[in-house]
DNA sequence: GAATAGATTGTCT
DNA sequence: GACAATCTATTCT
């Protein structure tokens, strides 16, 4: 088939910008590689609404069936996990707490089941767009300040389980770099000594951080 | 600004 | 039947 014509939007200054999908050779890495370099890239899904794109501020590790924050500690293969057993570069959606959705990056190789959950974008383009579907102002900065957020924001659902990020509507772009610190990760107390581990990292001078950074 | 409770459903025990 | 990689409104200070 014939490779997807990239997708031109208007950026911050008006500028004209072209976003066209990182290749595969990205994801397949594990998922603390990915994580660290994810921060930066743009998020981009053009939808039949229109172009939403953001800035990734913040993101978190989830790696294979070591992890036992993971869902694919243990080496743990359902429904649910199995696209992190594929190939990387395909999304791993799911729902949380019955109602938020989380949109995660597929890291590393076949049957190495890592993640990168992306918790928090800055808006680049569309961000009108993207407070209708929150229902808020396009001003506000928590549009998109959370993995739940950044998905309703984005317009990212379940129908998203397994889409392939190099070939589809729903990709990471090049953006910029900037500085990065690490945290421990958020919301997953239940994992012991592995909740501690500094595998959540954010740009630091980032007003889009979803959790404020303690130091 | 900080703390708390309630929402709401797929997934696994 | 319990729990979950969260968000929001509400109730304090």
């Known amino acids: 088939m014939a490779p997807r014509k990239p997708r031109a939007g208007r950026g911050p200054a008006g500028l004209l910008t072209v976003y066209s999908p990182l290749p595969r050779s990205f994801y ?12 930066g890239q743009l998020l981009v899904h053009d939808s039949p609404e229109g172009l939403s794109v953001g800035r990734i501020v913040e993101c978190e590790a989830y790696a294979g069936p070591d992890d036992r924050a993971a869902h694919s500690f243990g080496g743990r293969r ?25 949109f995660n990056l597929v890291c590393a190789a076949p049957d190495v089941p890592e993640a ?8 680049v383009s569309g961000s009108a767009l993207m407070a209708a579907r929150r229902g808020m102002s396009a001003s506000k900065k928590q549009l998109c300040n959370g993995p739940g957020k950044l998905c309703r924001a984005l317009g990212i659902t ?20 900037s500085r990065i610190n690490t945290a421990p990760r ?20 980032s007003q889009y951080v979803s959790v404020a950074p303690k130091g």
């Open 158 to 177: 379940m129908n998203h389980y397994g889409e392939d990020l190099c070939q589809g509507k729903l990709y990471l772009s090049r953006g910029s770099r």
């Open 116 to 123: 990168v959950l992306v918790r928090a974008i800055e808006p």
């Open 78 to 102: 359902t429904a649910r996990t199995e696209v992190m057993f594929g190939s990387p570069g395909f999304a791993y959606v799911f729902l949380v707490y019955g109602l938020h959705v989380q």
């Open 186 to 205: 958020i919301g997953i107390d239940y994992a012991g000594e592995w909740a501690k581990r500094p595998w959540r990292f954010f740009d630091p001078d």
């Open 28 to 39: 397949a890495r594990p998922a603390l590689v990915v994580a660290r370099a994810s921060i």
